[in-house]
């Protein structure tokens, strides 16, 4: 079975700081894809970034960066200069045929 | 583009009692799905489909659950005799058929079985 899973419940940061959450993932699948989603406090689910796992590059969206390190299946997500905006709840996933596969969350404090 | 749009937001009921969700996606988006997030966990698959065809149901979704999308474009979701573990946050989801694979969410509609 895909698993995915985060190790870390909860986290907090300081505004303006670098933060890195942590996933690792389990498949038998050749080709798949990762992702990090965002759920803010009583907001919809939107997808903060995607890496294709056939792509050896790590994917950048502005200030966000995964560190995707295949042979661990590892895929960690660094947010570099924290906003208040920030604080939501992240969930780490992989996709498996054409379901995602969630991990547990890891909720994102900002200190301001 | 409106994004994925869901209906109601939240219902309370008793136990017992038959509940409908809806699930308008995206215009164009050929495929829909749902999914169930209990407090404090990630969104568990439940079913999805390519236009009006129910393509996969989860073991999540039992016999109390059936989920429809007639002409293939909103969805309803229905929990019939509705129990106090049905609590949780329904989700939708949607996306094209091309290779793109992000699937784009809705709001939810948040479950309360008294």
């Given at each position: 079975?895909?698993?995915?899973?985060?190790?870390?419940?909860?986290m907090s940061v300081q505004e303006a700081e670098t933060v890195t959450l942590s996933c690792t993932?389990?498949?038998?699948?050749?080709d798949y894809y990762l992702f990090w989603y965002k759920q803010p406090p009583s907001r919809q689910m939107i997808l903060v970034i995607r890496q294709e796992a056939y792509k050896q590059q790590n994917a950048t969206e502005n200030r966000f960066s995964v560190n995707f390190q295949k042979a661990a299946k590892s895929f960690?997500?660094?947010?570099?200069?924290?906003?208040?905006?920030?604080?939501?709840?992240?969930?780490c996933a992989s996709?498996?045929?054409?379901?995602?596969?969630?991990?547990?969350?890891t909720r994102l404090h900002i200190l301001p | 583009d409106t994004g994925v749009s869901q209906d109601p937001r939240h219902k309370i009921t008793k136990r017992g009692q038959?509940?409908?969700?809806?699930?308008?996606?995206?215009?164009?988006?050929?495929?829909?799905?749902?999914?169930?997030?209990?407090?404090?966990?990630?969104?568990?698959f439940l079913t999805y489909f390519q236009n009006e065809a129910q393509l996969e149901k989860s073991r999540l979704l039992?016999?109390?659950?059936?989920?429809?999308?007639?002409?293939?474009?909103?969805?309803?979701?229905?929990?019939?005799?509705?129990?106090?573990?049905d609590s949780a946050m329904y989700l939708c989801a949607s996306r094209p058929t091309s290779?793109?694979?992000?699937?784009?969410?809705?709001?939810?509609?948040?479950?309360l079985v008294l």
């Open positions: 079975a895909q698993t995915v899973t985060q190790s870390q419940p909860e993932y389990d498949t038998s699948e050749s960690s997500l660094k947010i570099s200069d924290s906003q208040l905006g920030d604080a939501a709840m992240y969930f996709k498996r045929d054409d379901k995602i596969i969630f991990g547990k969350g | 038959n509940v409908t969700f809806r699930c308008d996606p995206i215009s164009e988006h050929n495929r829909l799905y749902w999914y169930r997030q209990t407090l404090g966990q990630g969104p568990e039992s016999d109390r659950f059936s989920a429809e999308r007639p002409k293939g474009s909103f969805s309803t979701l229905e929990i019939q005799r509705t129990e106090q573990g290779r793109q694979e992000t699937q784009y969410f809705g709001p939810g509609t948040r479950l």
